[in-house]
């Protein structure tokens, strides 16, 4: 894992950041439909999993975007990180439990899509949080595909310094020809503004809604 220290007193969001951190402590969270049908077509038609194709799509904008690539280091230091990956929730039917599991990002899909089956299955008698061995660069990843909802938020009650990325989606559902999916993403007020987290909607919609 590569990070870089991010200097408060040269870096432009500098003092807004303390302002966030120090003063006013908010995480901003935008639910939005997102139009899959593209993308949906092109997981069919590789015969790929829904879940790890789209957690990849998210991961690779996340990773485009040096806004949701931050966190701290061991001495407190603001950093932001070369690179994040997802740690995700993984659902068992038989049940109704989850387990947080981990997949390094990799920038080709087909091989983040394997590499998330390797893992699932090594990994499939565990629960909750039996997975211990999980890097610091990750950000959140869980999935409601048994509802299409309106508004979706997840309080983080820590100190009020989580940085990464926390994002949902849910049950994707054709409305006038086309596949629509709500997608929630949950962040830190210090590092994104409403600004950046609209840009990261309508990067994702460009990238999954364009042919592959």
């Not at 996340?62 to 932001?80: A, M, Q, T």
């Not at 087909?110 to 390797?118: S, V, Y």
């Not at 090594?122 to 039996?130: G, S």
């Not at 999980?134 to 310094?161: A, M, Q, R, T």
């Amino acid at each position: 894992m590569k990070y870089e220290i991010i200097n408060l007193n040269e870096w432009k969001r500098g003092k807004l950041f303390l302002h966030y951190i120090n003063n006013l402590r908010n995480v901003l969270s935008l639910t939005a439909d997102i139009d899959v049908t593209v993308f949906v077509r092109f997981v069919k038609e590789n015969n790929l999993k829904f879940y790890p194709a789209f957690m990849w799509a998210v991961s690779k904008i996340f990773n485009s975007r040096e806004e949701f690539r931050y966190g701290w280091d061991k001495e407190g230091n603001l950093i932001r990180w070369d690179y994040i990956s997802p740690y995700y929730a993984d659902f068992h039917k038989d049940d109704e439990m989850f387990t947080l599991l981990y997949t390094e990002y990799a920038e080709e899909l087909l091989t983040f899509h394997e590499n998330f089956l390797k893992d699932r299955e090594k990994y499939k008698d565990f629960r909750a949080f039996d997975l211990t061995e999980v890097p610091e660069n990750v950000f959140n990843v869980s999935c409601l595909p048994w509802i299409s909802y309106k508004s979706f938020d997840i309080h983080v009650f820590d100190e009020g310094k989580y940085l990464a990325p926390v994002v949902t989606w849910g049950k994707y559902e054709e409305k006038n020809g086309s596949l629509i999916m709500p997608l929630t993403v949950n962040i830190h007020h210090a590092v994104c503004d409403g600004f950046h987290l609209c840009r990261f909607f309508n990067d994702l919609q460009t990238f999954i809604g364009s042919e592959k």
